[in-house]
């Protein structure tokens, strides 16, 4: 059961992905190009989705457990440090310079061509890569 | 195109309607980084079945509806070396803040959290910097 509302949930995302342009580099690049032609779409994306997802959690605050049994996520404490603005910091980069998110470069995968596949790939090795690097960062902003 | 926003707006309302099902069907949040991010590292170990199932959905759906519905272009750039640099820049920088677009964007503000609210603000600005300069400063994309 949890398999099956998990793939019927990931089929959404990546419909909606599709549908949204958000597998679409250049209306991804257009939206972060404040100082050039600036394409407003993603703003109704991220808009369209964060409307659902707000009633959702006030449903999910008047229930004990989700539907399947498991509790929800406890909401993460309001700390932020330094490895939650440098990563942001970077993932906008990285966002930025090749117009993919992980969702979108995913949701892809199947009809991008090859350069999708090397943008997994690279992803993969940066998420293999990120806990070393944030044992680095720790140690210099403690120092 | 003047119709670009409403394809926007009905695919957002998918994307957040998908993140409501995780939510109160599977309790789980639905970040793409951290799902993946947790089968890559291990860390997520104990719900690898259902990210599996949910990573299987979003990659053969879009592939399905592709080939009904005919091509969607990415037009990702041609150029390897910049898509392999900003993979491993997507890949460090999420782990490093524990979320994206979807985790920190669409389940982290929709609940009002601070984390994502912060994560959201600095990412937008590191992506309207990374344009920029690669593309107005560098014009290498």
Partial sequence: M????????????????????MTN???????????????????FVLGGAILPMAVAWR???QRPLSTLGSPFPAKPAPTVGHNLVIGSLVFGAGWGLAGLCP??????LGF????????ILAMGAGMIAAPRLRARIDRLATA | MPIDWIWGLIGGLMIGSAASLYLLVNGRIMGASGILGGLIDGTGRDTAGESLAFLAGLVLVPAALVMLFGPAPTHLTPSLVIVA??????????????????????CGISRLSLRGIVATVFYL??????V??????????
């Fill in chain 2, 125 to 130: 600005i590191g992506g309207g910097l990374s």
């Fill in chain 1, 103 to 108: 969702g979108p470069a995913m949701a892809s």
């Fill in chain 1, 59 to 61: 449903v999910a605050a």
């Fill in chain 2, 85 to 106: 640099a900003a993979g491993a820049l997507v890949g460090i920088g999420t782990r490093l803040a524990n979320g994206c677009t979807s985790g920190h964007g669409v």
């Fill in chain 1, 112 to 119: 991008g061509g090859w350069g999708g596949a090397v943008f």
């Fill in chain 1, 25 to 43: 580099t250049t209306k991804v690049q257009g939206w972060l190009d404040v100082f050039g032609a600036w394409d407003p779409t993603l703003a």
């Fill in chain 2, 132 to 141: 920029l300069v690669f593309r107005h400063v560098l014009g290498v994309i």
């Fill in chain 1, 2 to 21: 949890r398999g099956f509302f998990a793939f019927l949930a990931g089929s959404l995302f990546g419909a909606g992905l599709l549908t949204s342009g």
